[in-house]
């Protein structure tokens, strides 16, 4: 069973940087894709970015490009967001999540999730 746990959230004012890990647990051979997936209060869950863990190919947000970045360390199953340059609209539970298979930035790409860590970007 795979197993995901975030850490690293916090509150920071607008311009500022935070960074989100995920250590991720289980069997390793089942792990192909995993992501970062925010949900701000009243609104749907929106996905981040998303990396490849075979050849590191990644995808991101529009809302976030240019801003965060994804990053897998396979040695050590952890998967980070650097997050530069926030901004309010950033703040949100921001999940970890896996796949076993092919993913875009889509919720439901996801299999297994995290408990989520929260971000708070204040003005």
């Known amino acids: 069973q795979v197993q995901l746990v975030e850490s690293g959230g916090g509150s920071v004012q607008a311009g500022g940087s935070l960074r989100l890990s995920c250590a991720a647990s289980g069997p390793t051979d089942s792990q192909f894709c995993m992501g970062w997936i925010r949900q701000a209060p009243g609104k749907e869950r929106e996905g981040v970015a998303r990396i490849y863990l075979h050849n590191g190919s990644t995808a991101y947000a529009d809302s976030v490009k240019g801003r965060f970045t994804i990053s897998i360390d396979n040695a050590k199953n952890t998967l980070t967001l650097q997050m530069n340059s926030l901004k309010p609209e950033d703040t949100g539970m921001y999940y970890c999540?896996?796949?076993?298979?092919?993913?875009?930035?889509?919720?439901?790409?996801?299999?297994?999730w995290g408990q989520g860590t929260q971000v708070t970007v204040s003005s």
């Open positions: 999540a896996l796949s076993t298979s092919w993913c875009g930035l889509k919720a439901v790409d996801f299999r297994y």
